[in-house]
């Protein structure tokens, strides 16, 4: 099995590319949709959370109040804070999944994550792929998906690494600059090259 990683930041269409492979057969665990329902579900995490952040960090029903987190650590400079409470489970359920993947006889399995290269290249992995996009297009295409207020895309955007510093570290650069039909057949081609090695 292949192990690949994608990483890019936040507008730079590392999502679509990967969508484009699991329709290609790929399959690829979203790392933050991961970590989400991990906070959600499990029950050592979710005591952590409370305890560092407060009750508030859940809606009365259960539900992770995510502006309320997302205000604490972007707005309030706790990002590192979080991140301490859920990389370790979310890394492990990462592994657990791989594994299982293996077995069942996946070719390709693909980690997509923003912090995917925060410590240095992981070294479970067999390439890695970094999706760039211009800030500005990054910018624009958030504010539009998710209906976002700009100056907090911005400090989003700028709470981020600086993923032009972490080309070294990638086997393959994809480019988004030009619209979704060139991003999806670049994804397409780099799958197809991935898988011959």
């Not at 290609?24 to 329902?37: E, R």
């Not at 657990?96 to 390709?108: H, M, N, T």
């Not at 912090?115 to 240095?120: M, N, P, S, Y």
Request: charged content about 35%.
């Amino acid at each position: 099995m292949i192990r690949v990683g994608v990483t890019g930041g936040i507008g730079s269409g590392k999502t679509t590319l990967c969508k484009e492979w699991e329709r290609l057969g790929a399959f690829v665990v979203y790392a933050d949709d991961l970590a989400k329902k991990l906070m959600v579900e499990d029950e050592e995490l979710v005591k952590n959370i409370r305890s560092v952040f407060g009750d508030e960090a859940y809606l009365d029903n259960g539900i992770l109040n995510r502006q309320f987190l997302a205000e604490e650590a972007f707005e309030k400079g706790r990002v590192a804070e979080l991140n301490r409470l859920v990389h370790p489970v979310l890394w492990k359920k990462v592994e657990e999944i791989s594994a299982q993947k293996e077995r069942e006889g996946a070719d390709v399995f693909v980690k997509e994550a923003a912090i995917l290269l925060q410590h240095g290249r992981p070294e479970d992995l067999d390439y890695v792929v970094l999706v760039e996009a211009d800030e500005q297009q990054r910018t624009e295409r958030v504010v539009e998906r998710d209906n976002s207020d700009r100056k907090k895309v911005e400090g989003r955007i700028s709470a981020q690494q600086d993923f032009s510093t972490l080309r070294d570290l990638a086997d393959f650069v994809v480019t988004n600059d030009e619209g979704v039909t060139e991003l999806k057949e670049k994804a397409r081609l780099l799958l197809k090259e991935i898988r011959k090695f």
